[in-house]
């Protein structure tokens, strides 16, 4: 192959496998615009988008000895991409459906504290998730956070779609009764995190 010689995707994606800067460089160069301007159609934000390109290409770097270089490597970074627009705009969500919630319900007992925020909610939401057991709590990041859909879980962690479905439903049910037992109301939690 000759230096002017362009590299191809396959070779870039096995040289970043091992660690190559370079090919790791050259892909952001290529995809990097791609996907900001996929970003920015969805979620209308510079920052937003920046920050999606960089959460990618963060995740492409630390899991690049997992990458495939037989598989699509463009398809797998609007994947990641899509996934974080999603959990962008869910998160936005959240934030508006629980400010209207608030407002449309003063009279409701929704937090022990009035002056609780979103980010506080948030925080207590995350922390029920942690008390989750490993595996459990491991299904259901990979539904909520990474999008996944049970039969793809079952596949990842080589489990029946059916101890998958059972570990979601007790999951919720456990995630539910514990921010109650924090004051929140099983209602707004479904509606800003499910």
């Known amino acids: 192959m000759k ?14 496998k091992d660690g190559n800067l370079q090919a790791f460089s050259e892909l952001f160069d290529q995809y990097g615009k791609r996907l900001y301007h996929f970003s920015i159609r969805y979620l209308k934000s510079v920052e937003d988008a920046e920050e999606i390109v960089q959460d990618v290409f963060l995740k492409i770097w630390i899991n690049r000895a997992e990458l495939s270089a037989q598989k699509s490597f463009e398809s797998y970074l609007f994947t990641i991409t899509k996934n974080g627009i999603l959990n962008t705009i869910r998160k936005s969500k959240s934030e508006q ?22 980010n506080e909610l948030e925080i207590a939401y995350k922390k029920v998730v942690d008390k989750l057991s490993p595996r459990r709590r491991e299904i259901f990041i990979l539904s909520r956070d990474q999008s996944l859909s049970n039969a793809e879980i079952a596949v990842k962690m080589n489990i029946s779609l059916k101890t998958v479905e059972n570990q979601m439903t007790s999951a919720l049910s456990e995630i539910r009764r514990n921010l109650r037992s924090l004051g929140f109301s099983g209602i707004i939690f479904f509606e800003l995190f499910l």
Do not use: M
């Not at 230096?3 to 970043?16: C, F, G, H, R, W």
């Not at 400010?99 to 002056?115: G, S």
């Open 3 to 16: 230096k002017n010689d362009p590299i191809s995707e396959t070779d870039l994606v096995l040289a970043l």
């Open 97 to 118: 459906v629980y400010q209207n919630y608030v407002k449309l319900h003063p009279q409701k007992n929704v937090l022990l504290d009035d002056e609780l925020d979103f």
